[in-house]
């Protein structure tokens, strides 16, 4: 279940990273830029990771990482948060540094835009506490610069994404938000360049997302084949959510190894979620919705 957000001090602002799952995502063609072009439907959990900010005068930029999924994660330069972080910080050209803490509540390199989210957040959370004059063109190009999900989770609404992840469209969808949604992750980490090297090159069709009956009839992910060769986990965690009772779809998201599923209700959610534990203790799990734009 997701840790509680406890009031912060005055001088604190706090933005949560919120989890990104792909509903759907088709990928179109390798590009020649090395890239692959894909369509794919971004929703965003009411939950994540959550990331603090304070002022520092001295213009220095400090990271501390806590939280259930902090081992082994770098707070050097190479780091999301910090990548972000120096990127706004040139780009504005000021002086003015921050004391950053981030509490990891998400799984890494699983599928669900965790360091994208992170650095998203970093971007929205310095804007505020810089009180940056920068327009929305202007962040999502550098967030662009720091990863191809990270311009969708900037915003951090539901959205079409193409491109390589630089084309982004708002998509309401009737009855998707609020929808509750179970993440399910087996502990195990995928390298995102593995699975789409494991792709089979081959164009299965676009992706159309005018209803959630679309969505969930004809939507797919092309990457759950390749991944599923790396982790047979995936297999095991799309087995055990499908057939449950109030279930819509559960797919993979993203290049894994999170899976979600979608419930008519949140009492369904929750027997599913307690039965999923029970079996499997192991894997983690959390329990959100589909946020609101």
Known sequence: M????????????VETAYAKVNLA?????????????????FVFAEHGDRLEGQADADGAIDLVIDGPFAAGLD???????????????????????????????????????GGSADAAATLRLLARLWDARIDAGELAGLA?????????????????????GEHLARHGVAGLEGLPMLLVNPGVAVSTAAVFSGWDGQDHGPLSADSLDQLIGAGRNDLERPAMALAPAIADILAALRGRAGLKVARMSGSGATCFALFDDDAAMGR????????????????TRIRSA
């Not at 995502?25 to 439907?41: M, P």
């Not at 662009?144 to 390589?164: E, F, K, W």
């Not at 599913?272 to 329990?287: S, V």
Request: aromatic share 4%; charged share 25%; glycine share 8%.
């Open 2 to 13: 997701p840790l509680p957000d406890l009031e912060a001090p005055a001088d604190l602002l």
């Open 25 to 41: 995502l088709h990928v179109r063609a390798r590009r020649d830029d090395g890239y692959h072009a894909f369509e794919s439907l």
């Open 75 to 113: 707070t050097g330069s190479g780091n999301l948060v910090m990548r972000a972080a120096k990127a706004l910080q040139d780009y504005l050209g000021t002086e003015r540094g921050a004391r950053l803490r981030l509490t990891k509540r998400l799984p890494v390199a699983s599928g669900i835009g």
């Open 144 to 164: 662009l610069d720091l990863g191809s999900d990270v311009p969708a989770c900037v915003p951090s609404v539901t959205q079409m994404v193409s491109g390589r």
């Open 272 to 287: 599913a979620a307690d039965a999923i534990r029970a079996e499997r203790p192991d894997w983690w799990t959390m329990e």
